[in-house]
T-cell receptor, first 112, second 117 residues
C-alpha cells in the first residue's frame, strides 16, 4: 500500500544553518504531496504542497520538489530561525477512498 | 472562519468512563478523520469517513467508535476508557483526493488532550 518514510529526528541546528528533512514515498500513480508543520501545543497546518512531478512547493522560505524518479519530496530551507522549531510531517494524498498517509514526523529544534 | 473545531480541548477521565469528542467543520468537506498522536509515534489514524453516514477503520480503531450523522460533524466515542488511550486526539477534514481542481490538503483542529487515570 501507499506509505511515506521520513528521516527520524530529532534534528538540532544552529540559527542560520541549512535544513534538509528527507521524505520518500511509495504509491501507485502520482499523488499530491504535502509538508505539514506542527508548532508546540498546536494542530498541524499545511506548510507547502506539490500536485505533480517536478512541481516545487514553497512557503516561508521552505521548499520541496516532487521528484518522480527518486520518489522523494525532501524539505529544505537555506537559513533556519529559532521560530522554525516544530515537528514536520511529510504526507501523500490518498487515492480512491483511502485517506492521507503521513510520515512519523521529524522534530526540529533550532538554537540561537 | 472557524475551519475545524474540536471540543473539548482537555479532559481527564477515570478508567472505565465513557466520553465523546466532537469535531465540527464548516468547509463542506466530504472526508473527515480522527488521529491520535503519541510521543515518538507520529500520527495514527483511528477512524475516518468519506461522507455523511459512512465510517471506516483506520490503523488503530480498537476501543473507539465513530459516527457521521451530519456532514459537518464527526464524533469519536470511547465507551470504556483505558490508560492506553491517554493521548492527544486530532480531527481533520478534506475534500476527496480525486477532486484535483480543489485543494485536497487536510485541515486540522487544535487537538484534544485526554488523560485517562
Amino acid at each position: 500500500g501507499n506509505s511515506v518514510t521520513q528521516m527520524e529526528g530529532p534534528v538540532t541546528l544552529s540559527e542560520e544553518a541549512f535544513l534538509t528533512i528527507n521524505c520518500t514515498y511509495t504509491a501507485t500513480g502520482y499523488p499530491s504531496l504535502f509538508w505539514y508543520v506542527q508548532y508546540p501545543g498546536e494542530g498541524l497546518q499545511l506548510l507547502l504542497k506539490a500536485t505533480k512531478a517536478d512541481d516545487k512547493g514553497s512557503n516561508k522560505g521552505f521548499e520541496a520538489t516532487y521528484r518522480k524518479e527518486t520518489t522523494s519530496f525532501h524539505l529544505e530551507k537555506g537559513s533556519v530561525q529559532v521560530s522554525d522549531s516544530a515537528v514536520y510531517f511529510c504526507a501523500q494524498e490518498g487515492s480512491g477512498n483511502t485517506p492521507l498517509v503521513f510520515g512519523k514526523g521529524t522534530r526540529l529544534s533550532v538554537i540561537a | 472562519n472557524a475551519g475545524v473545531t474540536q471540543t473539548p480541548k482537555f479532559r481527564v477521565l477515570k478508567t472505565g468512563q465513557s466520553m465523546t469528542l466532537l469535531c465540527a467543520q464548516d468547509m463542506n468537506h466530504e472526508y473527515m478523520y480522527w488521529y491520535r498522536q503519541d510521543p515518538g509515534m507520529g500520527l495514527r489514524l483511528i477512524h475516518y469517513s468519506v461522507g455523511e453516514g459512512t465510517t471506516a477503520k483506520g490503523e488503530v480503531p480498537d476501543g473507539y467508535n465513530v459516527s457521521r450523522l451530519k456532514k459537518q460533524n464527526f464524533l469519536l466515542g470511547l465507551e470504556s476508557a483505558a490508560p492506553s488511550q491517554t493521548s492527544v486526539y486530532f480531527c481533520a477534514s478534506s475534500y476527496p483526493p480525486v477532486w484535483r481542481a480543489l485543494n485536497t490538503e487536510a485541515f486540522f483542529g487544535q487537538g484534544t488532550r485526554l488523560t485517562v487515570v
